[in-house]
Every structure is written in structure tokens, then in C-alpha cells.
Antibody, heavy 118, light 110 residues
Framework: QLQLQESGPGLVKPSETLSLTCTVSGGSISSSSYYWGWIRQPPGKGLEWIGSIYYSGSTYYNPSLKSRVTISVDTSKNQFSLKLSSVTAADTAVYYC??????????WGQGTMVTVSS | NFMLTQPHSVSESPGKTVTISCTRSSGSIASNYVQWYQQRPGSSPTTVIYEDNQRPSGVPDRFSGSIDSSSNSASLTISGLKTEDEADYYCQSYDSSSVVFGGGTKLTVL
């Protein structure tokens, strides 16, 4: 059974770079059938897609975040990662990683809370 | 890019039927599949409808999805409401390079 697990610091200082990793277990990230994505949810607010990546490294980013986002994949570790630069308090959120099967995010991680504060 | 607009909240009584709408701001709703997610407090979202009207295994047939080109919107209908259906519901679609979520609808079953 495929599982995704987010990991990374829970506290990031303003202007610094937020870095998270999603580890995929129970299946291969190199499957040609799926993309992999990051989604975030500020406290009390809705879901926001950050970006998606294919195992080959092909990426798609939310235009509103594109200038600050980098998503990468490490197939040898069965992981993909998120870097978000120049963070502010507005980037405080629960960050989810998820598998994108065709058009739907069908498997989600449990989410990790990241707070931006000095 | 386009936006998906949902009502902020809806409420209905147990046993009744409720419909949540999701209106696409530009481009045809029929051009790209719509998905619906349920999110209970403190939990990750789960898919209840994918590809406009398909139910994942394990989702009861009380949940159904549809699209209406005339209003450029998608709908999630939940019949025979149960208290366990109380949650936030999000629609989601995409275009050639982006994924878009609706703002979410809080369903209260009272």
C-alpha cells in the first residue's frame, strides 16, 4: 500500500528558504503513470496547489509561486522535494505531498505544519 | 489562469440531499475533468469524485458528481446525508499547465 510522508523543519525564519521532502513507500516514484505534487493549506483556509513533478524531472508550478518554488525528484531515494524561498508569514501552512493520478490527487501524506516566524 | 468558485458553506438535515456547486471563471467546465475532495478536521483530503462523476472504490453511491455546461459549473450531490458527511469539500480542475482548487465549502449536517 503506497504511503507518502512529509518531513522537514517545522519552523522557518522570514526571508529564509523552506525545504521539505516527501518520501514514497510501498511503491516506486518512477512509475510512468503518475505525477507527484505539493499542496499547502494555511490555517483555517483552503487548499493551494504549489506544483507537480514527473519522475523524469518535468515540473509544473503555480504561477503565483513560480518565482520562489523549486520541486525536484530523487528516484534513487524514492523522494521528491520542495524548496520555497524568501518565505514570509503568509507561507505558514500545512504542507501536503500527494500522488497525482491522471487528474486527481489520489493519495496524500498526513501533512506537516510549517510556521514562518523569527 | 482560471478560478473555481464554491459557496462558503451549506447546511442540511440528516437524510436530506445537498448539492455543492463549483463554477469555473473562464474556459469550459467540460474541457477538463473536475475532482471533489472531502476533508474532515485534522485530516488530509480524500477523493470522493474524480473525472467529473466517477467514485473511487469505498466511496458510497450517495456521492455523485455532474457538470453543467450552461452554467459552466460542476456539482457534488450527497444524498441521504449522514452526520459523518460533515466536512469541508473542495473541487479541483486543471488546464494545460496548472492545477486549481476551489475555495472550499463547509458542509454542516444538523
Amino acid at each position: 500500500q503506497l504511503q507518502l510522508q512529509e518531513s522537514g523543519p517545522g519552523l522557518v525564519k522570514p526571508s529564509e528558504t523552506l525545504s521539505l521532502t516527501c518520501t514514497v513507500s510501498g511503491g516506486s516514484i518512477s512509475s510512468s503513470s503518475y505525477y507527484w505534487g505539493w499542496i499547502r493549506q494555511p490555517p483555517g483556509k483552503g487548499l493551494e496547489w504549489i506544483g507537480s513533478i514527473y519522475y523524469s524531472g518535468s515540473t509544473y508550478y503555480n504561477p503565483s509561486l513560480k518565482s520562489r518554488v523549486t520541486i525536484s525528484v530523487d528516484t534513487s531515494k524514492n523522494q521528491f522535494s520542495l524548496k520555497l524561498s524568501s518565505v514570509t508569514a503568509a507561507d505558514t501552512a500545512v504542507y501536503y505531498c500527494a500522488r497525482l493520478k491522471k487528474y486527481a490527487f489520489d493519495i496524500w501524506g498526513q501533512g506537516t505544519m510549517v510556521t514562518v516566524s523569527s | 489562469n482560471f478560478m473555481l468558485t464554491q459557496p462558503h458553506s451549506v447546511s442540511e438535515s440528516p437524510g436530506k440531499t445537498v448539492t455543492i456547486s463549483c463554477t469555473r471563471s473562464s474556459g469550459s467546465i467540460a474541457s477538463n475533468y473536475v475532482q471533489w475532495y472531502q476533508q474532515r478536521p485534522g485530516s488530509s483530503p480524500t477523493t470522493v469524485i474524480y473525472e467529473d462523476n466517477q467514485r473511487p472504490s469505498g466511496v458510497p453511491d450517495r456521492f455523485s458528481g455532474s457538470i453543467d455546461s450552461s452554467s459552466n459549473s460542476a456539482s457534488l450531490t450527497i444524498s441521504g446525508l449522514k452526520t459523518e458527511d460533515e466536512a469541508d469539500y473542495y473541487c479541483q480542475s486543471y488546464d494545460s499547465s496548472s492545477v486549481v482548487f476551489g475555495g472550499g465549502t463547509k458542509l454542516t449536517v444538523l
